[in-house]
Structures are given as C-alpha cells and as structure tokens.
C-alpha cells in the first residue's frame, strides 16, 4: 500500500478503536512509555549534536536520508500509534524528493520506523567517540524495543477486538 492509503487505514482504525486503545491500560502504558524513551533519544540527539547536524545536512547539503520513499516502510498500525499519541498526519508533502513526514523541525511523528530511528550516515558516525556512540545506540535501543512492543500490542488488541465484535 502507498502511504496514502496507509493514513486512510490508521484513520478509520481510530476513528474505530482509538477510545479503546486509549482506555486500555496496556496500551496507554506503552504509549506512556514510548513518550519517555523519546524524549530520552532526542536529548541525547541534541547534547550529541545530532539534530544540527541533520538539519544543516537537509537544508544546506541537499541530505538524503529522509528521501523520498521511505514513508512507504510506516504501516497502519504504526501511523495509528502516531494518532493515539495525539499526532496529526500531514495532509500534504512538504518537499517532493524527502519523506512524507519530514517536517520544517525533522519528523512530523513521535512514533518512527525502526529505519529512521537507527540509520546514523557515515559522517555521523565518523563524528562521535565510541562512548558516545554507544550512548546513542543505548538510548534509542530502548526507544526501537518500546515502539516494537507497542506496535504488537497494538495489533494484538485490533485481532482481539475484531473476534470480540
């Protein structure tokens, strides 16, 4: 499915469920959860100078690694995570050659694909010390694991819930 449609699904399966979604206390406590361990990733991002350096890249470089395409890897179930987190999705691109939901400040979502999360270019790389390296990785290693249980308990609860109705 194109992003385009993905959106249209994780729309209607919120207008659907999202109320049960958010009273579920497993749910809620994951999204909870995701919140933390992403905020925890973009003060690390930032201290590190990671943000910057992305944003100097996309605005002065012509970056690359929000390139166009790569919204199609969001599934449903994750653009869904998007709205029970109370995100918005773009009604429109901003850029033809970058991601869908590359935004004026970086990503439109809180809840982002394991790709997003974890690609570091080789200039970023080359850029941090092994300790800090390793800190990133730790910190957004706790950021992929929350979005990963989230999305399965998000599909566990859909399954359930179509068998319940």
């Not at 933390?36 to 992305?54: D, M």
């Not at 970086?106 to 092994?130: E, F, V």
Request: proline content about 2%; overall charge negative.
């Amino acid at each position: 499915m194109t992003s385009n449609e993905n959106m249209k699904v994780a729309q209607c399966l919120f207008a659907r469920w999202g109320k049960e979604l958010l009273a579920d206390s497993r749910i809620h406590g994951l999204l909870e959860a995701l919140r933390e361990k992403v905020a925890a990733s973009g003060r690390v991002a930032r201290k590190l100078g990671l943000v910057a350096a992305c944003k100097h890249c996309e605005e002065e470089e012509g970056g690359s690694c929000c390139g166009a395409g790569i919204e199609n890897r969001y599934t449903p179930h994750l653009l869904l995570i998007n709205l029970l987190l109370g995100r918005t999705l773009p009604p429109d691109r901003r850029l033809s050659d970058s991601c869908y939901f590359l935004g004026t400040d970086g990503c439109t979502l809180t809840a982002r694909h394991i790709l997003c999360i974890n690609y570091l270019c080789p200039n970023l790389q080359r850029s941090l010390t092994h300790e800090n390296l390793v800190r990133l990785q730790a910190t957004t290693g706790e950021e992929m694991e929350t979005v990963f249980r989230l999305h399965e308990a998000v599909k566990q609860f859909l399954v359930e819930g179509e068998h319940d109705h």
